[in-house]
């Protein structure tokens, strides 16, 4: 199933928090999670494309880092799929359990990959002026992933902004 995100853009953020969303102005966010329910957005022009696959399309990779969920032929391309929760630290795993996993698909020039992660939310005009710099609450395996962090209420640790070139390009992704 592939997601339209024309579709998902809102004005308006959920209802448990406060992030402030910009005009058209600011910058169209993607808003996910992961499994252990840390919220995350990525710039939606580096995001090709939202989807849900099914985990029997995803062939396992024996001995490869233990991110990496396998490989996945994507409109005839083959390309890793990798746990995003657990490559950020998280130690809640991607349940492959389940019959299908929600996967974006993110590039920047010639490297494209899929990022399993565990619910799309939405899309969002958010604020750039509002994000606040990776703090100590911020755990420091994901802080050079973070661009910054927008306020939300509650306990909740804030809405983190992702820096998809420094994922894609990070020296952590060993075969």
Same mark, same amino acid.
């Given at each position: 199933? !592939?997601?339209? @995100?024309?579709?998902?853009?809102? $004005?308006?953020?959920?209802? #448990? %928090?406060?992030?402030?969303?910009? =005009?058209?102005?600011?910058?169209?966010?993607?808003?996910?999670?992961?499994?252990?329910?840390?919220?995350?957005?990525?710039?939606?022009?580096?995001?090709?494309?939202?989807?849900?696959?099914?985990?029997?399309?995803?062939?396992?990779?024996?001995?490869?880092?233990?991110?990496?969920?396998?490989?996945?032929?994507?409109?005839?391309?083959?390309?890793? !799929?990798?746990? @995003?929760?657990?490559?950020?630290? $998280?130690?809640?795993?991607? #349940? %492959?359990?389940?019959?299908?996993? =929600?996967?974006?698909?993110?590039?920047?020039?010639?490297?494209?990959?899929?990022?399993?992660?565990?619910?799309?939310?939405?899309?969002?005009?958010?604020?750039?002026?509002?994000?606040?710099?990776?703090?100590?609450?911020?755990?420091?395996?994901?802080?050079?992933?973070?661009?910054?962090?927008?306020?939300?209420?509650?306990?909740?640790?804030?809405?983190?902004?992702?820096?998809?070139?420094?994922?894609?390009?990070?020296?952590?992704?060993?075969?």
């Amino acid at each position: 199933m !592939v997601l339209n @995100l024309d579709f998902l853009t809102s $004005d308006h953020p959920p209802d #448990n %928090t406060d992030v402030t969303v910009g =005009s058209r102005d600011g910058e169209l966010c993607l808003r996910f999670d992961v499994p252990s329910g840390n919220e995350f957005a990525l710039i939606a022009s580096g995001v090709r494309e939202v989807m849900s696959v099914y985990f029997d399309r995803i062939a396992p990779i024996p001995n490869s880092s233990p991110f990496f969920l396998g490989t996945y032929n994507w409109r005839g391309q083959v390309i890793w !799929v990798a746990d @995003l929760g657990q490559f950020l630290g $998280d130690r809640v795993l991607v #349940n %492959t359990n389940q019959n299908e996993v =929600s996967m974006l698909i993110v590039e920047d020039q010639e490297l494209v990959m899929g990022f399993a992660v565990h619910t799309v939310a939405n899309t969002e005009w958010l604020d750039i002026s509002r994000m606040l710099p990776p703090d100590r609450d911020v755990p420091a395996a994901m802080r050079s992933f973070v661009k910054g962090v927008y306020p939300t209420t509650g306990t909740a640790p804030g809405l983190r902004l992702l820096d998809r070139v420094a994922i894609l390009r990070s020296s952590q992704w060993t075969i």
